[in-house]
């Protein structure tokens, strides 16, 4: 019956508020359902886990928020580059310490963005401590490159997708230059581009968007096939992972929900997958690189 928990956290300025609001928004926390009324005003950030605890006994931990993350160095990047746009130098080296070990075999730096509030944020030394024995990628894409191939033909539905791409690739970190964009003619033509984009290995990644729409479609279990074969068959040719973003829906309605209406939008979790990908294929690349030094 319980549904969930929400820690209020009073800013005692309407600078402090902003700069806290600023704070967690670089961060790539889900954004709740934020509200003004006559009173005050409030901004939830909202986790995929989170639990109250309780503790007797020396208090250890370095401020009463911890924050649970997954890529320490890569959240740290970030931090400091929120504390250095929002304060001095000087500053900058009082609101953050180090990244040390802690007494619960991780890892951890305490932050300040506001004055007298505190953050840890926290990754497992054990990638796979608390989880089952998997490797997964993570959605943290600072310095990766990616393609974005996006088709003409349904063009109020792919420009939509492509929308929801960018914005995904942004908020996690893929500089503007390190997006190349290619629009082809139609869903047909992706898997070419793909092929030869991947092939030039100028990229990590590429997000496929396009729109076949059956009832507009000749032929359009034939076009959907190829198309899928075509943009599967170039990652496992060319070892680049191909998020696949080309919806194939009924109706022109059906495509629009899923392209920012009622159902999400497949542009962004196409991204989202890219990324993800490239994440694992490095972890996974790392790992057997480790697997090698230890034998050796
Ligand atoms: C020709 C065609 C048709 C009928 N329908 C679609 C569609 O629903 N979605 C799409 O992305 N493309 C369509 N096309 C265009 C083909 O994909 C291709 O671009 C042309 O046949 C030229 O090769």
Redesign the pocket.
């Known amino acids: 019956m319980i549904k969930g928990i929400t820690w209020i956290r009073p800013a005692r300025s309407a600078e402090e508020f902003d700069a806290l609001e600023s704070f967690f928004s670089v961060l790539g926390f889900e954004p709740g359902k934020g509200w003004d009324d006559e009173i005050n005003r409030g901004r939830p950030f909202l986790a995929p886990l989170g639990n109250l605890e309780f503790v007797h006994g020396t208090i250890r931990a370095t401020a009463d928020t911890l924050i649970e993350v997954t890529a320490l160095d890569d959240v740290r990047r970030v931090v400091e580059h929120w504390l250095t746009k929002h304060l001095t130098a000087s500053e900058v080296t009082k609101r953050i310490t180090a990244t040390e070990d802690t007494h619960w075999k991780s890892r951890a730096f305490t932050v300040e963005p506001v004055q007298g509030i505190k953050f840890a944020f926290w990754e497992w030394l054990d990638p796979l401590k608390g989880k089952p024995a998997a490797l997964d990628g993570d959605l943290v894409a600072n310095g990766m490159k990616f393609a974005i191939i996006v088709?003409r033909?349904?063009a109020v539905i792919t420009e939509r997708l492509l929308q929801g791409a960018l914005d995904c690739l942004h908020r996690s970190g893929v500089r503007k230059g390190d997006i190349e964009l290619l629009r082809v003619?139609?869903?047909?033509?992706i898997p070419a581009a793909a092929r030869a984009i991947a092939e030039t290995k100028r990229v990590d990644g590429i997000v496929t968007l396009?729109?076949?729409?059956r009832g507009?479609?000749?032929h359009f279990e034939a076009?959907y096939n190829e198309v899928a074969r075509g943009i599967g068959q170039s990652q496992q040719e060319t070892g680049v992972p191909h998020s696949f973003g080309v919806l194939t829906c009924d109706t022109l309605e059906q495509a629009l929900d899923r392209a920012g209406l009622k159902a999400g939008n497949k542009g962004f979790e196409a991204a989202a997958a890219a990324i993800e990908m490239v994440s694992l294929k490095r972890k996974i690349s790392s790992d057997e690189s480790a697997g090698q030094e230890a034998s050796q």
Do not use: Q, R, Y
Request: proline letters at 6%; hydrophobic letters at 40%.
């Open positions: 088709a033909w349904n003619p139609g869903s047909w033509e396009g729109c076949l729409l507009e479609t000749d076009i």
